[in-house]
């Protein structure tokens, strides 16, 4: 994918250094965090924008420096079955390695100039805020983490230590060694599958289909991260029901029916404003060719639809818990994560109880947490080649 990437010219580079590169025989540097392999010459950035060569290494121009901090339901990444009604500390930096013309957050993803606005925000801050908002886990989101994953991993051990989880909200696009070292640091992740024909990764997002694939069925299959997908529907793009069959199949003969999998509706943005937005029937029957296909855990998004956000007991088909937008409605998961109607096990990461956050959404500053004293700084990740 290296001839889909666009190098742009800076002309001073500053970062800390960057893990998954290797030298050319050409003096180039090639990242090796995703597949687009980016060939890069002094003073150029690879298409995500964040990664850089100055001098004789690569470097993350991003760590430290965020797109601003949000608590947010778990609910809203979305998770419906980690540890369901708690608050999460949201948060991303700028930059992406795909070009998404459908992008929901393209003023943060597509930015250039963010990495040297936002302010310092040291690993340690982001989880010692998190803690002292009650916060269960920390979010890498609003653009794809695996791009500032030297930030990230920092950040997920500066968490662990305190107790809270890691959650990673990405397209899954990236190389294996990056992808050990990244989700290595995750507890839970929502993979945005984002079609499932390699056309559609190619033309929208100039993409491939296949290591997403790869990512996902490495995640599921050889790791602990507890994994959940979601696709947005675009009217006439990945929308059609041959092609939703074919995502349900895979995903029940290469993931299992207890994955959990979220279609949610498009809304025209970025480059693509003369889609009209997702018709909830459109929603409605991927969620049934979901069921039908043998999928224990359909939901829809984007749209408020009571029973297809509400979580069912895959034996006796009771609801188990109730969803109202992000609000919980109902819990009717007994000790140990079972049905309290038939005793059966739903597939998830689960309390005795649920949390009590809501559907609230709070942006916070980092600079009203200071640190405490134990919060001692760490240095920034060594780069490794």
């Known amino acids: 994918m290296s001839d889909q990437a666009v190098i742009l010219p800076d002309e001073a580079i500053e970062g800390v250094p960057a893990r998954h590169w290797q ?8 990242c090796d965090v ?18 850089a060569r100055t001098g004789d290494r690569l470097v993350l121009t991003t760590y430290g420096r965020s797109s601003g901090y949000c608590i947010d339901p778990i609910e809203k ?9 708690t ?30 606005l936002m302010d310092q925000a040291p690993p340690e801050a982001i989880a010692e805020a998190a803690r002292r908002t009650g916060c269960r886990s920390v979010a890498y989101t609003y653009n794809d983490p695996v791009i500032f994953l030297e930030y ?33 640091a995750m507890d839970a992740a929502n993979i945005d599958l984002k079609g499932f024909t390699e056309d559609f990764y190619r ?15 490495w995640l599921v299959n050889e790791t602990d991260v507890w994994v959940e997908l979601t696709t947005l529907l675009i009217p006439g793009e990945n929308d059609s029901e041959a092609e939703l069959e074919a995502l349900c199949q895979w995903v029940m003969e290469r993931l299992g029916p207890d994955v959990p999998i979220h279609f949610t509706a498009f809304h025209p943005d970025y480059r693509m404003r003369d889609k009209e937005r997702t018709p909830a029937e459109t929603l409605f029957r991927a969620h049934r060719i979901a069921r039908s296909a043998g999928i224990h855990h359909a939901y829809t998004g984007n749209i408020h639809h ?12 009771a609801p188990v818990i109730g969803r109202d937008w992000h609000q919980l409605t109902r819990w009717a998961i007994g000790q140990g994560g079972h049905c309290t109607n038939c005793g059966t096990a739903i597939a998830g990461h689960f309390e005795a109880r649920p949390g009590t956050w809501g559907r609230k959404r ?24």
């Open 34 to 51: 995703c597949p687009r392999e980016c060939k890069l010459k002094e003073g150029q950035r690879g298409l995500c924008f964040v990664r």
């Open 362 to 385: 709070k942006p916070i500053r980092l600079g009203d947490f200071a640190l405490v004293p134990d919060a001692r700084p760490r240095r920034p990740s060594q780069p490794s080649r």
């Open 87 to 116: 608050p999460v500390l949201s948060f991303g930096t700028a930059g992406c390695n795909l070009t998404c013309k459908f992008c929901q957050n393209w003023d943060i993803s597509k930015s250039r100039k963010m990495d040297r």
């Open 23 to 30: 030298w050319l025989a050409d003096g180039r540097i090639q």
């Open 306 to 317: 009571e029973p297809t956000a509400t979580t069912y007991c895959p034996c006796c088909e």
């Open 152 to 184: 990230a991993t920092d950040v997920a051990a500066a968490c662990r230590a305190r107790g809270i989880k890691n959650v990673a909200v990405s397209a899954g696009y990236v190389k294996e060694a990056a992808r050990e070292d990244f989700f290595g």
């Open 203 to 217: 033309k929208l997002c100039t993409g491939q289909l296949g290591n997403v694939l790869e990512t996902v069925d």
């Open 77 to 85: 990444k979305p998770l419906n079955h980690f540890l369901p009604g």
